[in-house]
């Protein structure tokens, strides 16, 4: 993921003339260090400090990267806000990080009018999100590259209704699609769906309408870290393992899958 970054930058700094070669390169990097998706967020920023410290010896004689580190908060607004500072006040040469799709979709459109380059190497929801600016690259993957092989799989296996429950935001909505696509092209049925709030939602009501419905298999998408924690718990306290669960937790790359 951020070798590429490294690979870009270091060519970009052999690239320049021998007098200027010698230089601190800005990186904006926004992340959700607060908010519900805290915690894979802070994954990434291990992730991210790992690396340069591994690799800094990659970049040309004299090439340097500074890390200019943001908080969006998990909210798209503010993500928008601190790029556009990143961009005309810090004069970052490049920007990545994101956690969340929906703080990608409203920063990519200043990528455009400012010409400054955005690496998405988390945010993995919204297809078209590299559409919005000729600037904007995903270097990591899809929620359909993840979700619509479970959906097929699942078919495979021979069940025949499904369920889907899922964060009611993009992610979720790209896991919904791309699960339901498959699992119904492979000759299954999707019986019910529900979407809960991404941000502290109670668990127990919506896996008590799951359980209801009696599914072969659910398929289920909710962000990694505290809230796939309270889904398995509110799982387990219905008494629903009975029931074939496949769990998507894609921000931090995590399938999972429960068997009676």
């Known amino acids: ?105 409203a920063v990519a459109p200043l990528t455009a009018e400012a010409k400054v380059p955005l690496l998405l190497d988390i945010a993995s929801a919204g297809v078209t999100i590299p559409r919005l600016s000729p600037y904007v690259a995903r270097i990591s993957f899809t929620l359909w590259q993840e979700a619509y092989p479970i959906g097929k799989w699942a078919a495979e296996q021979g069940w025949k209704t499904g369920y889907t429950a899922v964060s009611d935001f993009i992610p979720g ?45 659910v398929f289920i998408f909710v962000p990694a870290g505290t809230q796939a924690t309270g889904m398995m718990k509110a799982m387990q306290d219905l008494e629903t393992a009975g029931q074939r669960g496949l769990s998507c937790g894609v921000e931090a790359r995590i399938r999972r899958q429960i068997h009676s």
């Open 1 to 105: 993921m951020f070798r590429r970054m490294i690979v870009l930058l270091a060519a970009a700094g052999a690239s320049l003339p021998l007098s200027v070669a010698a230089q601190t390169v800005k990186v904006g990097l926004i992340n959700s260090y607060t908010g519900f998706v805290a915690q894979p967020a802070d994954q990434g920023q291990k992730g991210f400090d790992l690396y340069i410290k591994e690799h800094a010896k990659d970049l040309p004689p004299g090439v340097k990267i500074e890390l200019l580190r943001r908080d969006d908060t998990s909210n798209p607004e503010v993500g928008k806000r601190l790029a556009q500072e990143l961009i005309t006040r810090d004069h970052v040469q490049l920007l990545t990080g994101i956690v969340l799709s929906p703080v990608a979709t």
């Open 173 to 217: 909505h790209d896991s919904e699609a791309a699960f339901t696509k498959a699992f119904t092209d492979g000759g299954g049925k999707i019986v019910g769906a529900v979407r809960f709030p991404p941000t502290n939602p109670d668990f127990a009501p919506f896996v008590q309408r799951i359980k209801d419905a009696k599914p072969d298999v």
